[in-house]
């Protein structure tokens, strides 16, 4: 039992879900430390065996999900944070992309990610605090070419945890997504998909994209150690924000997007009233 914030942390061989486990024990926070394969984040616990409790959880079986939450809660005798980091990419045109590692994706994505939070809550609602952490991207705001279906999974979480934090709010409950632009972790690498020589229509879109993201691979801009930092600071703010911007890219190009859809709705707007019937009809 403790009174320091218990995190339970998802994905963490890699990327945020790992510098984000760093940064809880060492800042002392007991830190529950998940990985399809618990040999690749023994490194993260062994200088921290008080705080943390590394286990098995591949998001997509329930009985893992289950076992898991329940090893945390008598292990520390409470959740606090729950971070949802696991997931993949899925590169490749929407016409050229492969279904069953489509669904793959929204398994671990989508499904993965609402397994999660189910199972947890009941122990936030029991305590009447705790804070879930959804990892988005930049690609829940904006659909870009080449990754329709991965900003469709982060769409989905987008609308997930903003109706979450509606449900959730008056039992003290939080909810913040993440929203990272470019950073440098696995996510254009081992944890994306390969990607097939592009047909020729879509050379000059999806195939040009994935070719940039592929070459800037592991040299972003993003660095998830800071990125970890500022997540922290956000779940302890005294009011944190439903939404988390990280990187310039990401702050630059939602602005963007703010931009676009005024445009499209001022222009729009007398037709947009007009569907309404008029008063009293």
Known sequence: MTSKPVWFITGCSTGFGRELARHTLELGYPTVVTARNPAHVEELAKDHKNNALVLKLDVTKAEEIASAVKAAHEHFGRIDVLVNNAGIGYF???????????????????????????????????????????????????????????????????????SLSKEVAPLGIKVLIVEPSGFRT?????????????????????????????????????????????????????NPPLRLLLGKEALENARKKIGELARDFDAWAEVTVGADAPKGE
Do not use: C, H
């Open 186 to 238: 696995d996510w254009a690498g081992r944890s994306a998909n390969e990607v097939p020589e592009t047909m020729e229509d879509y050379r000059t879109t999806a195939g040009a994209r994935l070719d940039m993201l592929r070459k800037v691979s592991g040299n972003q801009p993003g660095d998830p150690v800071r990125a970890a930092k500022a997540i922290v600071q956000a779940v302890e703010a005294e």
């Open 92 to 162: 490749g045109s929407l016409e050229e992309s492969d279904m069953d590692e489509v669904r793959k994706m929204f398994d671990i994505n989508v499904w993965g990610l609402a397994n999660m939070t189910r199972a947890v809550l009941p122990v936030m609602r029991k305590q009447r605090s705790g804070t879930i952490v959804n990892i988005s991207s930049q690609g829940g705001l904006i659909a870009n070419v080449a990754v329709s279906f991965y900003a469709a999974t982060k769409f989905s979480v987008e609308a997930l945890s903003e």
